[in-house]
């Protein structure tokens, strides 16, 4: 090789560093939105596991006694004092006993950690879980002690029992006498007897009551780790778990048992123990109507401003207009919605059709049906946006190809212009619902509670109550995360509804993108 012979140089572009800061700014978005998720899957998919739950020993202290905690240990951590030891966090439950759930126990005191089989989880339909052995189980003036080779046999078969006398009086209580509360207040409108309602209420109140009483007949009587007895109520029972017991297999189906429990109960204590089906339900069916109630608006919209409206200076504020609707902040449109759909048409409707009812509003408060409309409102922005894009991208000799065949100008938005923009008005509907679910802060004025006593659809006529108010998923986690009474003990339950809302998002939206990809194969063509 000569001397003067020279190697090519590497030409780099003038706006290649950007491009590599560009891929490094998305991945590590990526990695942030996978570890949120996989942080929130984690935290959550945790509450439904059954932890073993330990028996701490603690070291003498200065009377030469030793003491004794139990709880699942929920973490271990340094302690914020300079001293720096190391401490463990243990939820003891038995809250109606301590006065507490969570108690940190210093890892240098501790002198022996077990972990028994026959230490039970007891969960109670008030003051959280319970933690203890077994004493004895009174019903029927018989007295079981554990040491019976019986007693969980019978314990298992008392609870069960229980909890069907339970479902009964709820049956009774929200169902039976529910509907006669309703066929009470349509004969008090209407003027007429109310004596044969009255004597069929108090029958199943009466009913009820024995039910009651049936739930306080048993006992069970169980020692706290720290050594107190106490008793209680088979009708105060949930659940009877002894993890430490449990195997790999079987603590699976307790997994899978917790879950389903979850997701088909309703909230007890506060919102920080039982399930959230009526929030599912609720997010559900508001969205729902939601979806309904934007998509001819949007479509209608942008079908205009696209195909009919004349385009110049009016048209493009129009259009601006619209776009900066996207960017106002989402309680406006709750203020917005309560002074507009609650106030003024729920008001109006009071007075046109339940007057009898007045002063107690029906239409005039909120409710799930003003919710749908707000969120409705908020969204349309983006269905019009997506369809008018979906529009334009038809292309123009399709539409030449069918006025020329004789079409009218309608004919040809129906069935050539509308079926191959359909893919991207559904990608609208997707995002509108991806927002529209998540959203919290306008429900908090226009219809949703902390606890529904009903769903917003049931078997009691009229069977669809849109006056009524319903639970949200997103208002749920804000209750447990900020309104709640223990936010320790809340905070599973935040990670779980937080988990559950983001699978309700995505089902959701996957049963829109398969519509969305069906019609797009069935109008897929050459010209489109």
Not at 221 to 238: A, F, K
Not at 299 to 320: D, M, N, P, S, T
Not at 361 to 367: A, E, I, R, S, V
Not at 398 to 407: D, H, I, Q, V
């Amino acid at each position: 090789m000569s001397a003067n012979h020279e190697l090519p140089r590497v030409v780099r572009t003038k706006g290649e560093p950007y491009v590599w800061m560009c891929s490094m700014g998305l991945a590590i978005g990526l990695l942030m939105v996978v570890g949120l998720l996989g942080l929130i899957v984690a935290q959550g998919v945790g509450v439904f596991w059954p932890d073993n739950v330990a028996q701490i020993t603690l070291k003498p202290g200065g009377d030469g006694a030793q003491s004794m905690v139990g709880g699942r240990i929920v973490k271990e951590q340094r302690n914020s004092d300079q001293s720096g030891a190391i401490e463990w966090q243990l939820f003891t439950g038995n809250r109606d006993a301590y006065g507490f759930s969570f108690k940190f126990v210093n890892a240098a005191d501790i002198a022996r950690v077990d972990y028994p089989r026959d230490l039970l989880v007891i969960e109670r339909m008030e003051y959280g879980d319970a933690i203890g052995y077994a004493v004895a189980l009174e019903a029927g003036g018989v007295t079981v002690e554990s040491s019976d080779p019986q007693f969980s046999a019978r314990l298992d078969a008392l609870v069960r029992e229980a909890d069907e006398r339970r479902g009964k009086i709820e049956r009774i209580e929200k169902g039976e006498i529910g509907a006669i509360s309703a066929a009470m207040e349509r004969a008090k409108r209407r003027g007429g007897s109310l004596d044969e309602l009255q004597a069929r209420y108090e029958v199943l109140a009466a009913s009820a009551g024995k039910l009651r009483e049936l739930q306080q007949a048993a006992t069970l009587r169980y020692r706290l780790v720290s050594g107190e007895e106490r008793s209680l109520p088979l009708g105060q029972i949930v659940d009877v778990q002894a993890p430490n017991a449990l195997g790999t297999f079987a603590k699976m189906g307790c997994f899978v048992h917790n879950a389903w429990t979850f997701l088909s109960d309703e909230p007890r204590e506060a919102n920080t123990e039982g399930g959230i089906f009526p929030a599912i339900f609720g997010t559900f069916v508001m969205t729902l109507l939601m979806s309904i109630a934007v998509m001819p608006f949007g479509i209608v919209a942008a079908i205009y401003l696209r195909e009919y409206a004349k385009q110049g200076l009016w048209v493009r504020a129009v259009r601006v207009a619209v776009n900066n609707l996207a960017g106002v902040p989402s309680i406006v449109f709750g203020v917005v919605g309560l002074g507009f759909f609650v106030y003024l048409v729920g008001g109006a409707v009071d007075e046109a059709l339940f007057k009898d009812s007045l002063p107690t509003p029906t239409f005039g408060t909120g409710g799930i049906f003003w919710a749908a409309l707000t969120l409705a409102l908020m969204t349309v922005p983006v269905i019009i946006v997506a369809t008018e894009e979906a529009l334009a991208a038809v292309p123009r000799g399709a539409r030449e190809a069918s006025l020329a065949c004789g079409a009218s100008k309608w004919q040809t938005i129906q069935r050539v212009v509308m079926p191959a923009s359909a893919s991207g008005i559904l990608t609208g509907l997707i995002l509108a619902m991806a927002r529209g679910a998540g959203e919290v802060a306008p429900l908090m004025l226009v219809g949703v509670v902390k606890l529904a006593p009903s769903l917003p659809i049931d078997g009691t006529f009229p069977f669809v109550h849109l006056d009524q108010k319903f639970m949200h998923l997103g208002f749920h986690i804000y209750d447990l995360g900020f309104q709640s009474p223990d936010s320790e003990a809340a905070k599973p339950m935040v990670f779980a509804t937080t988990l559950f809302l983001i699978l309700l998002v995505i089902v959701l939206n996957l049963s829109a993108i398969l519509i969305r990809e069906r019609l797009r194969r069935k109008y897929a063509t050459g010209a489109f």
